[in-house]
């Protein structure tokens, strides 16, 4: 199984921040990488596909980059709604895995 | 908008079988080219991938679980549904239903504790 990794575990940032977070793949997954978003006591939502494609609906201050075994996940300026737990997912092969997650908190 | 809602047991006795059924509105689960999927988080854990069923009828499991899960499909109920048999303490998660494409998920259904428990 392809093996996910994220950094940091859990960052506190304020309203307003610029906030990145970096998953690691242990192998090459090309630009087959998802991020979700979870907010507490809620299903995750797909924010990004393809590592770098918007979901419809997801505000632009989102983004994604990477491809091979480095991706990182950007909200360019924190709103309130921001704060949750995310998740970036592996889409490049059988078993799908996850990364374990990065909670963001208010500081 | 397809939407979709997990239903079944909250409570599952060790080494009982849990199964539950996702109901699907506003879509057909025969059509689509989607990938009814579940996947479940174990409390205070992250997010296991257990596997999907095509629109067509074929599935894949993850290995980890595939000698216990089935998922099949009722399509005149718009439903499909996980089996999962010889549960244990290790089974107990949030169990999510979703759509596949087929490898992002989106949209998930709101999800539904299981404990497994004497």
Known sequence: DIQMTQSPSSVSASVGDRVTITCRASQGISSFLAWYQQRPGRAPKLLISAASSLQSGVPSRFSGSGSGTEFTLTISSLQPEDFATYYCQQANSFPYTFGPGTKLEIK | ?118
């Open chain 2, 1 to 118: 908008q397809v939407q979709l809602q997990e239903s079944g047991p909250g409570l599952v006795e060790p080494s009982q079988s849990l199964s539950l059924t996702c109901t699907v509105s506003g879509g057909s689960i025969s059509s689509g080219g989607y990938y009814w999927t579940w996947i479940r988080q174990q409390p205070g854990k992250g997010l296991e991938w257990i596997g999907y069923i095509y629109y067509r009828g074929s599935t894949h499991y993850n290995p980890s679980l595939k000698s216990r899960v089935t998922i099949s499909r009722d399509t005149s109920k718009y439903q499909f549904s996980l089996t999962l048999t010889s549960v244990t303490a290790a089974d107990t998660a949030v169990y999510y239903c979703a759509i596949g494409y087929p490898n992002w998920f989106d949209p998930w259904g709101q999800g539904i504790l299981v404990t497994v428990s004497s």
